[in-house]
């Protein structure tokens, strides 16, 4: 049996979305922006405005131009975050975010912090929450961004976006969230107190090379990537129109249903594993979490071992171990989470899609169960 | 199935020889730490008249890498005299099991380091140096340097937490600038204690906590 339980890294594109792709290489291969040299950029155009109005319609923002295409996430949070604070840096240069963000937007930040921003990291507790009252607190006058990720991509810890926004417009901040992994899991977005939404197609079975930014009218950025007047003068280069195509499809047909059964199915794998293994701790939360993501980390064991025996069972995940890491640093996000190195070297992530069944979570946890079991005879730690 | 890891990699870690503990070992010795991301025990029993390693077990807490090197490592020493084992080096491991990726090494020394010491403190204690070289401050750092506060996985040399060493009439004093009652200090004197007792001058080995 093969499983695949890595869906926060990237998912299986669904038949219907790589159906409505295929039209864009084959037959509508103009460019959307040849729009006023020939018919055929004309009826591409057509067709990508209709995407755009769809996405909009989605996310419940108000003008076509607030839907930029670009090449994925990271790019998203790269014109997010850089974009805002180039445009902005007369009126502040502060900027605050959270330590647990991507790497995306925490790369982002040090870079400008180089540059002469000044970035506040704020800490979040045991359970990965930013507290509301420290992050009203570390807003300034010369605040003017702030950035906080929906939800985790390792814990699935989701932040009471709702909150946390109101209070950043509230001072008239700039409020972006990076909702990569969260939307449109999470569907219920406030957008109305919402500037700049990073939004990731290929994590819900969409193509990869595709990334969106909502950017609400009125919003002032620059563009990162020079070279032309497209995306509303936000993003220059060609326009990805299969890429478009597809996330628009993605969108169409993801299902709350789905949604419904991956939960259950995610806490039956919870569940399971606390019945079956000893000495498991979760590091995600049971209030608040994505629908799709566990993470647990397995005493007196580390998580490559485990990764690497489940592979060998036909089974994905991925660990926050420093030995997986291409750093050799344990997960930065469970150490800010006040986890010990130990507890992050032993942590493994399981994320499930609409395509993971009941038999597959069962044969999981009964390989899981003896890998764990064998790891530990072989470990020196837990021996008293 | 494609991984960074040759076949051989994979069954030694699939499968590893040489697991567990020796009762009665003559030498028993901890490289790394949980919070380094890796720890290797290691367990020799030694022929006491032919020197010959008669038997080898080790357990690790590590990832692929490290418990494949664990495992041929102790393979390629038992049944070897002592001065032989302590040519092999962690690039005879390496190779035996052929190639680790580069970022895999450091995991994967510490079975080497494991190994080394074991027999270092397997000869200092029965007396077999070739010269028997007096304790010095710097033969003492050296040895500390293997020992990990499992507070932050660094050794306690790198980490400056020794604020005193002294070597004196046999006796070595060490003072440790960690609280007493802090959870790590039986562990940490424990470590150090094994690392420096059996030394061949020396009668005492004192620790104070100075937090």
Redesign the interface.
Known sequence: MRVYLDNATSTKVDDRVIEAMVPFFRDYYALPSSQFTHSYGMEVSDLVNEAREFILQKIGGTKPEEIIFTSGGTESNNLAIKGTAYANQKKGKHIVTSSIEHLSVIESVRKLEKEGFEITFLPVDQKGYVNIETLSKSLRDDTILVSIQMGNHETGTLQNIKEISKIVKQKNITFHTDASIAWPYIEDVEINNIDLMTISPHKFHGPKGIGILYVKKGSVLNKIIDGGYNENNLRAGSENTPGIMGAKKAIEIFSKDDVRRIEELRNYLREKIEVKIPDVEFNTPVESSLPHILNCTFK???G??IS??L??AGIAVTTG????S?N?Q?SYILIAMGR???QS?GSIRFSLSKYNSKDEIDYTVEKLSSIVEDLR?????GKE | MPTPYTKLVIEHFKNPHNVGEIEDADVKVTEGSPACGDMLTLYLKVDPLTHKIVDVKFRSYGCASNIATGSIMTDMVKGKTIEEAEKITWKDAAEALGGLPPVKVHCSVLAADALHSALEIYVEKNGLEKEKKPTTVEIVFQKLSHVIDPENGVDIVKSKIIKKLKVENGIISIGLEIPEDSQFAGNIKEEILERLEYLWDIKEVKVVFTG
């Open positions: 007196y064991v580390e490559e071992a690497l025996r592979d060998f171990s420093a030995c997986y291409r050799l344990a010990t190195h130990e070297h005879k072989l470990s020196p730690l």
